[in-house]
């Protein structure tokens, strides 16, 4: 994950009268890596750069967002938010682990179900601090012809495209095996992570 990664954190009420409109009553916590384990879990301060937050919606959802305003060290963390909604009533905390690499490395990368029939999906994980200037993915037909490209503004962590056998000018492609190529600037070599491959759609 990113050295400073982005945790959403969505509240919603079955009260719809009760609309939250500030994190009055929330807590948010983080465990950072120790030698020792078992470490002690620091208060994160609400205000700042570190957190934003949008008043309930339509929907009744409230939501907040926290990103550390400096990078974090390699290791393991734990992040928890709490509190209670504006009757009082205390809410179930919401708890991930995640893990923290400064450095730049391609982990894994492929595409998912393959063969496919409506839709299917490429992915890549980063490492690092600084994303990669440029990702994409080109689609090619066994005659080389490029058929569609993929582009997404390339992040730390997971990046994922969405391909629906259409061509890049919106036309259903028959079905068959196609070439992939995952192609990026400044993108971290791996000598285990494959870039390339085929991929099966049918009909």
Avoid at 10 to 28: F, S, Y
Avoid at 35 to 45: A, D, I
Avoid at 83 to 104: C, E, K
């Amino acid at each position: 994950m990113s050295a400073r990664p982005v945790i959403d954190v969505l509240i919603q009420d079955e009260n719809r009268r009760l609309l939250r409109t500030d994190n009055t009553g929330l807590e948010l916590y983080l465990q950072r890596p120790c030698l020792t384990g078992g470490c002690s879990f620091e208060r994160l301060r609400l205000g700042g750069n570190e957190t934003y937050w949008t008043p309930t919606d339509s929907t009744n959802a409230f939501r907040l967002r926290y990103q550390p305003d400096q990078p974090l060290a390699d290791g393991l963390y734990t992040f928890i938010a709490a509190g209670r909604d504006l009757s009082g009533n205390q809410a179930a905390p919401y708890q991930i682990h995640f893990s923290v690499r400064n450095q730049p490395e391609l982990t894994a990368a492929g595409v998912y179900p393959n063969p496919f029939t409506h839709q299917t999906r490429f992915f890549i994980s980063l490492t690092g601090i600084t994303p990669p200037s440029r990702l994409a993915i080109r689609i090619h037909d066994l005659t080389g012809r490029v058929v569609r490209t993929l582009r997404n503004p390339a992040r730390i962590g997971l990046n994922e495209w969405f391909w629906d056998g259409t061509s890049d000018g919106g036309n259903v492609l028959p079905a068959g095996v196609y070439l992939y190529q995952i192609e990026g600037v400044d993108l971290p070599i791996s000598t285990s992570v494959r870039l390339t491959g085929r991929i099966m759609l049918s009909r």
